[in-house]
């Protein structure tokens, strides 16, 4: 049975598509290698831990997609086409994927603790991380001919992002399951009547 969506989930999945533009844009000017530093990774995670897996890839499509077509949604205020060749597209084409495997684990969990939600994001950035830096190299050493770049070079740009990565998915995990609770108790509170 297929569930509609409500205009509420449309509200919220524009949010986290926005929240992705500013994430992109708000600190992309330090930059790693051919890495910016964003918080794109940390908004992606969120967007599938609270909206789920359906809501949450597809605010990352919604976000892809204007990108794609030419706003300038992505790090260091770029966007168009020419976005597919660029190293860190790779990054970008696994927020659809963090988002949705993030929201399965939690939807096919029992138990909604803590534990549950830090498992969920941290399989959430392991999969950015690996989608990106795979998909970085390819475009040096294939689409670039950048045969100087080694494999090596790549992981270690990741460093430093790495670090604020995993200290943001840690956040994310207390504030979704926060949030999750707290969900959870106003929807199962008695409703007053006035």
Not at 35 to 48: D, E, K, R
Not at 87 to 107: A, D, K, M, N, R
Not at 128 to 141: D, E, I, K, S
Request: charged share 10%; net charge positive; glycine share 6%.
């Amino acid at each position: 049975m297929k569930s509609k969506i409500r205009t509420t989930d449309l509200v919220l999945v524009a949010m986290f598509a926005a929240l992705m533009a500013i994430g992109a844009n708000v600190t992309s000017f330090l930059v790693i290698g051919s890495v910016p530093i964003t918080l794109q990774t940390l908004f992606s995670i969120l967007a599938g831990a609270l909206l789920g897996r359906r809501l949450g890839a597809l605010a990352m499509t919604v976000y892809l997609l204007v990108g794609l077509v030419g706003f300038p949604v992505f790090a260091q205020f770029s966007g168009g086409l020419r976005t597919l060749v660029s190293p860190t597209f790779g990054f970008l084409l696994s927020y659809i994927l963090v988002s949705y495997v993030t929201g399965l684990i939690i939807e096919k969990s029992k138990e909604k603790k803590l534990a549950t939600f830090l498992l969920a994001c941290f399989a959430g950035l392991i999969i950015n991380y690996v989608l990106g830096t795979h998909y970085m190299y390819f475009a040096f050493q294939v689409l670039a001919n950048l045969e100087a770049v080694s494999y090596t070079i790549v992981w270690s740009w990741m460093a430093a992002p790495l670090v604020k990565d995993i200290i943001l998915t840690i956040f994310a995990s207390v504030l979704s399951v926060r949030i999750y609770s707290t969900v959870r108790r106003s929807q199962h509170s008695p409703k007053q009547i006035a």
